[in-house]
């Protein structure tokens, strides 16, 4: 049917595919917000229905149902029946059914369903999955194949979706999606405006709204003063904790010469406020927190989040609003703030692209100092190199001391830093069997290898590095013997060098007496 799949949609495709044959049966897909999710389960429908099955696509929302079975229909021709309200799918001829969660979880309404009714289960934004709700559906038909769908989970999203998803079928990050010109550039400001938040309480792991809003009721109107210099030719989305916080703000915005809107759960005209600044009647759009999910304006080209969060999930979703491709948009717009918190790290722009803490609080200092826009790649890039110099400076340090305790084995995080695998020093194990120590089998493997298995605590990490050993002796890569060796003589990143040029460089150091030989300075030597 009509939809061409891009490359990476179609190796999510056979990744999910893969996942389910090797018998897996809960998998998860990853997809930046605006990379097309939908296309993707709906082409993954299409070959479920093809084989025979009955699917099942739940959502927590109306709006993300209906966007579901017409995203369906248009990419593969497949009708699709409802389960919601008075609706249902049971008698339907249709295989594939969209349904709502609330409607489906009640007792009544379940036990009309066989348990193996449903063959595939899809589950729309699965950070919702492990709500109670989601979990009596998915016990009543336990023999389904399950794919989770979500944008850029954090750590701790994906840590609690391992409880219930085995493995990750296929992960696009937003950094590759930006790079291959799928979605807009991202340049975060950090606006100099202190924001306190140390008054605010926590509700269900994130910060609570009502508090919020009370803590920020004093800075609106300097807010508004900022967004003046930076927002004035720009279609700009703002996220607000409170419906009376959005209203008040839309007002301030107002007054400052802005055409600023506002929507609400409970607005009787949200469609034709929405079209209509869509079309540009308004530059400002207000809301709290209603148009995280299922909403699409592309020409939005700046994000302001006056909701602070904790939750990298709801973070993306927000920013996620403003990331897709519009004719004249070279670059989206994050405007950030200087909020002071003392309990909770903060997803800040760095949230949305580093995988490593240590990295994501760097790039935070750095854009706090920048005082302009900054492109959010570059300021990785710029962040991790820093980390990096201030890792190989504390390893430098290490090395000395391993010296003087002369070390058969290489410690691991000397291994990372000298083959530069950064993937490696910033792993965080996500599934169950990640997060159990590392089994004695891998610390014999380790050890063989060469490398110190007591600073690794878990299984997850052991597998990585041994998968990485098993790779970089299939190319002919040095091992941490060789690196162990020449490193402790002040060679440079031995990580990086062919087997065979160690090998000669230990066997010229050998035939010398075990010195260095004349006319090589193994600080600036590089593997020729």
């Known amino acids: 049917m009509g939809m061409e799949l891009r490359d990476y949609q179609k190796e999510a495709k056979e990744s999910i595919f893969a996942e389910w044959e090797k018998g897996i049966k809960r998998t998860l897909l990853v997809l930046p917000t605006g990379c097309g999710k939908t296309i993707v389960f709906a082409k993954v429908t299409e070959e479920c229905v093809r084989g025979g099955d009955r699917v099942l696509i739940l959502a927590h929302r109306g709006e993300l149902l209906d966007q579901a079975a017409d995203k369906i229909q248009k990419a593969t021709g497949l009708g699709c029946a409802t389960e919601k309200a008075e609706q249902t799918c049971i008698g339907s001829w249709f295989r594939i059914t969209v349904g709502s969660v609330q409607s489906l979880m009640r007792e009544k309404r379940l036990s009309q369903f066989p348990e193996g009714y449903f063959h595939t289960i899809i589950i729309d934004e699965a950070h919702h999955c492990l709500s109670d709700s989601y979990q009596r559906v998915l016990e009543h038909f336990r023999g389904a194949k399950v794919l989770g769908v979500t944008a850029t989970p954090d750590r701790g999203d994906m840590r609690n979706l391992g409880e219930f998803f085995e493995s990750l079928a296929y992960e696009y990050t937003l950094p590759k999606a930006i790079k291959s010109g799928y979605l807009s550039p991202i340049r975060a400001l950090t606006v100099p405006l202190k924001l306190d938040l140390t008054g605010v309480g926590i509700q269900a792991g994130d910060f609570k709204a009502g508090d919020i809003g009370t803590a920020l009721d004093p800075y609106l109107y300097q807010i508004a003063d900022e967004m003046v210099k930076y927002c004035m030719d720009r279609k700009t989305v703002v996220f607000l904790p409170l419906v009376k916080t959005s209203q008040k703000f839309r007002n301030i915005l107002n007054e400052r010469g802005f055409r600023a809107a506002e929507v609400n759960g409970d607005s009787a005209d949200r469609t034709e406020v929405l079209e209509a600044f869509d079309r540009g009647d308004y530059n400002v759009l207000c809301n709290s927190m209603l148009l995280t999910e299922g909403w699409d304006c592309p020409s939005v080209d700046c994000i302001v989040v006056l909701r602070p969060t904790n939750v990298r999930s709801l973070y993306s979703q927000m920013v996620g609003r403003g990331t897709r491709l519009y004719p004249g948009k070279d670059h989206l717009l994050l405007l950030d703030f200087l909020w002071h918190t003392e309990r909770h790290e903060l997803c800040h722009p760095a949230s949305l692209i580093c995988q ?147 090998r000669k460089m230990i066997d010229r150091i050998a035939a010398n007496g075990w010195r260095i030989p004349q006319g090589i300075n193994p600080q600036e030597y590089r593997e020729a």
């Not at 058969?408 to 695998?421: G, N, R, T, W, Y």
């Not at 050890?447 to 002796?473: H, Q, T, V």
């Open 356 to 502: 490593d803490e240590e990295v994501a609080r760097q790039m935070t200092t750095n854009i706090e100092e920048a005082g302009m826009p900054v492109d959010i790649e570059a300021a990785e890039k710029q962040a991790a190199e820093d980390v990096v110099a201030q890792r190989e400076e504390a390893l430098a340090k290490q090395l000395e001391e391993m010296k003087r305790r002369k070390k058969k084995l290489v410690d691991p995080l000397q291994f990372e830093m000298s083959i530069q695998a950064e993937d490696l020093s910033g792993y965080v194990p996500a599934f169950g069997w990640e997060m159990a120590p590392p089994s004695d089998k891998q610390k014999s493997t380790l050890e063989k290898l060469g490398i110190l298995p007591d600073e690794i605590d878990n299984a997850g990490k052991a597998a990585k590095l041994l998968d990485r050993l098993d790779k970089r002796r299939m190319e002919g890569l040095t091992t941490p013997k060789q690196i162990r060796f020449l490193e402790g003589r002040g060679f440079q990143h031995v990580g990086t060098w062919q087997f065979d040029t160690a």
